[in-house]
């Protein structure tokens, strides 16, 4: 894990093995430690970048972020490593999010995209409103709030206790400040459907056929909406696909980068 300096921020990012760059942008309220289940099995499929967002894991946290200051800092990042050539972006959830983001600020920058367990609406009024309201609890109470509400929605049913409660501690231990700045950015971020026909880079979609955050449905809309896009459902897998099917979803992956 080093740390990088970019954009206004101090950021940790993990980086392992040469090729061609694979940027891994975790989900909320995470860290880059998400994708360890996968990363050895994608070790000879590029150079895996993965950071922890501003406000995650190790990286600093700011009072206020946007969806683009998320966007931002990746761009700023891959540019901290000299990394020159378009990467496979790999967002999960908010990394999704934000991997609209930087598709839409930095398109040059984006050789393929891979949605997994993701929207590309906004917010409807009524949970833009309950983020801003959990945001103010966070701040006032912690992180456990949320990981305590989230915990059961991540996974699949059948999830091990133990995994369950593993993820509830790492989120709980999450920055409130960090936190907060990610549930107001997420209450305001943009409505990305009217944009997805104009997705032209190689893009597939994953989604663990028990996501009850981002249920399949929504996926299956962004692959009729998304140009030549790639639908993958992973089975026994709710939110958390990488943690969940490590083996399913790397294939998935490696199977769409070996295409390009
Ligand atoms: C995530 O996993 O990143 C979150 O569930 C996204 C969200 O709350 O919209």
């Known amino acids: 894990m080093h740390t990088y300096h970019v954009n206004g921020v101090r950021l940790a990012c993990e ?21 360890h289940p996968i990363l050895p099995l994608m070790s000879d499929a590029g150079k895996l970048i993965v950071p922890d967002l501003r406000g995650f894991g190790a990286s600093e946290a700011t009072a206020d972020a946007e969806m683009a200051d998320y966007a931002d800092d990746l761009a700023a ?44 609406e906004g ?25 305590d509400a989230m915990v059961e929605k991540l996974f699949a049913p059948a999830a091990a206790a133990r995994t369950k409660e593993e993820w509830r501690t790492i989120m709980a231990e999450a920055s409130p400040i960090g936190v907060a700045a990610a549930l107001r950015a997420m ?31 929504g996926s299956r809309r962004m692959h009729e909406a998304i140009p030549g896009s790639r639908l993958e459902i992973i089975p026994d897998a ?7 099917q490590p083996q399913a979803f790397a294939r998935a992956v490696r199977e769409f980068i070996g295409a390009l």
Do not use: C, N
């Open 15 to 35: 980086v392992q093995g040469d090729g061609r760059p694979i940027l891994y942008v975790h989900g909320f309220p995470l860290s880059g430690r998400m994708w």
């Open 77 to 120: 990042l891959l540019a901290a490593l000299g990394e020159k050539r378009p990467a496979v972006v790999v967002g999960l959830s908010m990394g999704g999010y934000i991997a609209f983001e930087f598709h839409r600020r930095h398109r040059g920058s984006v050789a393929a995209l891979v949605l997994a367990d993701t929207r590309a």
């Open 123 to 147: 917010d409807t009024a009524e949970s833009a409103k309950a983020r801003l309201e959990s945001a103010e609890k966070v701040l006032k109470e912690g992180s456990r709030i949320v990981s």
């Open 187 to 217: 209450s305001r971020r943009t409505d990305f459907r009217p944009l997805l026909a104009d997705i032209r880079v190689p893009t597939q979609i994953v989604v663990g056929a028990a996501d009850s955050i981002t249920p399949v449905v």
């Open 238 to 244: 709710g939110h958390m696909t990488p943690v969940e």
